[in-house]
């Protein structure tokens, strides 16, 4: 499964999945796995995980005041 997340605004996310660790994508795939990634201002970060888990897991931005504001949804997969 790859999420990927946009930052189009001028601020850093630190980005973070509950329930899976995930892989960055680039550096040839060989990441640390991670459960929070910081995605830069106006870049795009890809990670993939290990659909191996089927269920629903919370993803928001770590910085409380982003996720209370909206950054936040449901990872959802089944089987
Ligand atoms: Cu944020």
């Known amino acids: 499964m790859r999420l990927r997340f946009v930052n189009n605004s001028n601020t850093y996310h630190p980005m973070h999945l509950h329930g899976q660790t ?10 640390a796995r991670k ?4 995605v830069h201002p106006h870049t795009t970060l890809e990670v993939d995980f290990d659909a191996n888990s089927p269920g629903q897991r919370l993803s928001h931005c770590h910085n409380v005041y982003h996720g209370e504001a909206g950054m936040m949804t449901v990872v959802s997969y089944v089987e």
């Open 35 to 38: 459960d929070t990634a910081i």
């Open 22 to 31: 995930f892989q960055a994508r680039g550096q040839n795939g060989q990441g």
